[in-house]
């Protein structure tokens, strides 16, 4: 059984930076990414970033540029750097891994790290 843990998640001003990290438990396909989502409040949960176990990385435009997505492999770790917040990036923010074809999560999820930009 895989399982998510999230942290890192606080109170931010508009601009400032927070990471977050995910530690996760069991055992992940080999051929899956890594992947970070989030919701805001009244929102559908998103994609945010993904990363393949050999570092290749993608992005949704909304974070282009400001947010950074890493992982350890030995380590079954995963962490995402985020830049230049806004207050359109308040939400939760969940990690899970995901197939090379799909958006969809394969796991179930975990408690989330919420995120809140406010000045």
């Known amino acids: 059984q895989v399982q998510f843990v999230e942290s890192g998640g606080g109170l931010v001003q508009p601009g400032g930076s927070l990471r977050l990290s995910c530690a996760a438990s069991g055992s992940i396909a080999i051929t899956a990414l890594m992947a970070w989502y989030r919701q805001a409040a009244g929102k559908q949960r998103e994609l945010v970033a993904s990363?393949?176990?050999?570092?290749?990385?993608t992005y949704a435009d909304s974070v282009k540029g400001r947010f950074t997505i890493s992982r350890d492999n030995g380590k079954n770790t995963m962490s995402l750097q985020m830049n230049s917040l806004k207050p359109e990036d308040t939400a939760v923010y969940y990690c899970?891994?995901?197939?090379?074809?799909?958006?969809?999560?394969?796991?179930?999820w975990g408690q989330g790290t919420q995120v809140t930009v406010s000045a």
């Open positions: 990363i393949s176990r050999g570092g290749t990385s």
């Open positions: 899970n891994a995901r197939g090379p074809f799909t958006t969809q999560p394969s796991y179930s």
